[in-house]
């Protein structure tokens, strides 16, 4: 791989379109999906989330535009852009009365070139070693689910997609999937798109979302970038009077930005500054009876982006 490859996007969402009949289920969304990552693919159900996937995988037509994986336009090289995806949409298929191994030895007959030893490899970078001999019926959801990404990896693609793989999973087994998902992505290189309807879920796992609502792209943000920068800090002051307080903020001139909530004064600030301002107020006779981090949560991001309350 060359140096300009290694840089480009694993997948480049261009100006895709899905009709069904006269209903429009993905309206001309685009992004691209940076390799070494887990990307995040975000929305209410029913946004369109599964629909993209399927197009992606070849299950289902793109009516207008195109993907391409590893360069390779789905449309016109399919094989060849296939070649690069490994995917679970819906549950992985299992035989629950054999073992985990026997599953992966069945399912590696159908690929050409996948010996006992990259069975191997693959039980180990799902950490499987323990169980894969046990049948798969005594599995827990996440062991299935671990089982499924082992399934996937077989056959060395560049990059895994996973739909709403954290369905069904207590919050241990939502943990367990999100570091061999990390451990993919740091340490062989992988890419990983994870749908979810769950902001919490994306927090923990993903490096950056696309975020969709109604088969429209809302935006694509680093979670970083969702998670307030460390040095500046939403702060509620809880402060009286509240015309003494802003008064005392227009005659300073600053650039902060303030809005008033009630009893509080919300202002955007770093950490000297925000003893600076309490100094300021109880100087200036203004009482402080608070002051709190005021931190927007992804939700209240998420709802402000979407103009929506359909988290879930």
Known sequence: MTHADSQSPIIQIQNISKRIGSKTIIDHLSFDVPRGEVFGFLGP??????????????????????????GQSIRTHFEQAIRHVGAIVENPEMYKFLSGYHNLVHYARMIPGINAERIQEVITLVGME??????????????????G??????????????DEPTNGLDPAG????????RKLTRE?????????HLL????????????????KLIDVRQIKEFVQAESRQRVAFE?????????????SRTEVKAEV??????????RKQISAWNKRFVEAGVHVYGIRAATKSLEDQFLEMTGSDQIA
């Open 45 to 70: 159900n029913g946004a369109g989330k599964t629909t993209t996937i399927r197009m992606m995988v070849g299950l289902m037509s793109i009516t207008e535009g195109d993907i391409r994986i590893g």
């Open 130 to 147: 323990n169980r894969i001999h046990d049948k798969v019926k005594t599995y827990s959801l996440g062991m299935r689910q671990r089982l």
């Open 149 to 162: 990404i082992a399934q996937a990896m077989l056959h060395k693609p560049s990059v895994l997609i996973l």
């Open 174 to 181: 939502i943990r367990e999937l999100r570091d061999h998902l």
């Open 188 to 196: 062989d290189g992988i890419s990983v798109i994870v749908s979810s």
């Open 200 to 215: 919490s879920e994306m927090e923990l796992m993903c490096d950056r979302v696309a975020i969709i609502q109604n088969g």
């Open 239 to 251: 402060v009286e009077p509240m015309d003494q307080a802003t008064a005392l903020l227009d005659e």
């Open 261 to 270: 909530e009630g009893r509080e004064l919300i202002m955007s600030l770093d």
